[in-house]
């Protein structure tokens, strides 16, 4: 995994970022309306991915799950990993906890989405990783939810994830960067920021917004002269 990508991309706005991916017609690209467990954290990483159903005795038979699929998952991370659970809004049971996320950030994962349940709830708002969920609760998923799937494309929250795809979240959700796009989102992210800087900074000084936003010639020009100093 690329810390270098990691390292550009956590420097970025997720409104940048969505830019690029807009004017490709990325238009369900983020993740939004889940409970931000620590809005003050900024999360960028790789999506390994979970999928989970109802939980049925004959099909829990056939797949012979042991250890269970989301301990599987947690002891497979790899460093920059964002666990990405398609747990179909299942709001009676969590699906993991305290034990298993202190292994998964041991072993280098950076957040979790989980389009679900997590448990210990307490306990997450006090620790240094970002996650995104939609509900809590104490249960645990024996007999109320089953995992079958890992690495597949997954729904949360309306929006499509596949393995590895580049994640950058903040407060107001998760941005979703294809793989194969991500130095092109992260170069233009960078020059829009860098230009919303400028643009900002003239704004405050008393330039209107029919000047400044989009910026007319002169202040494009002058933003130029400013960015090549």
């Known amino acids: 995994m690329s810390t270098e990508r990691l390292d550009r991309l956590s420097k970025v706005t997720v409104e940048a970022a969505w830019k690029s991916l807009h004017d490709r017609n990325y238009n369900h690209c983020i993740i939004a309306g889940l409970q931000v467990v620590r809005p003050d954290q900024t999360l960028t990483g790789r999506a390994r991915t979970l999928r989970f159903v109802p939980y049925r005795p004959d099909l829990a038979a056939r797949?012979?799950?042991?250890?269970?699929?989301?301990?599987?998952v947690v002891e497979s991370t790899q460093p920059g990993d964002v666990l990405v659970v398609d747990c179909f809004a299942a709001n009676h049971a969590g699906f993991v906890g305290d034990m298993m996320l202190t292994r998964f950030m041991k072993l280098g994962g950076r957040g979790v989405i989980v389009d679900g349940?997590?448990?210990?709830?307490?306990?997450?708002?006090?620790?240094?990783?970002?996650?995104?969920?939609?509900?809590?609760?104490?249960?645990?998923?024996?007999?109320?939810?089953?995992?079958?799937?890992?690495?597949?494309?997954?729904?949360?929250?309306?929006?499509?994830?596949?393995?590895?795809?580049?994640?950058?979240?903040?407060?107001?959700?998760?941005?979703?960067?294809?793989?194969?796009?991500?130095?092109?989102?992260?170069?233009?992210?960078?020059?829009?920021?860098?230009?919303?800087?400028?643009?900002?900074?003239?704004?405050?000084?008393?330039?209107?917004?029919?000047?400044?936003?989009?910026?007319?010639?002169?202040?494009?020009?002058?933003?130029?002269?400013?960015?090549?100093?």
């Not at 996650?131 to 494309?153: C, F, K, N």
């Not at 795809?165 to 992210?189: N, Q, R």
């Not at 910026?215 to 090549?228: D, G, H, L």
Request: charged share 25%; glycine share 8%; proline share 6%.
């Open 117 to 229: 349940a997590i448990r210990d709830l307490g306990y997450m708002r006090n620790i240094e990783l970002p996650i995104y969920t939609r509900h809590a609760h104490s249960a645990a998923m024996d007999g109320r939810i089953l995992g079958i799937e890992t690495q597949v494309p997954v729904a949360v929250a309306g929006v499509c994830v596949t393995a590895g795809d580049y994640l950058l979240g903040d407060a107001g959700g998760v941005l979703v960067i294809p793989a194969e796009l991500i130095d092109t989102v992260l170069d233009e992210a960078e020059a829009l920021d860098k230009k919303e800087v400028f643009i900002r900074e003239k704004i405050a000084a008393g330039i209107s917004l029919h000047d400044a936003y989009p910026p007319n010639a002169e202040i494009e020009a002058e933003f130029k002269r400013w960015s090549n100093v």
């Open 63 to 72: 797949l012979d799950a042991d250890p269970p699929m989301n301990k599987q």
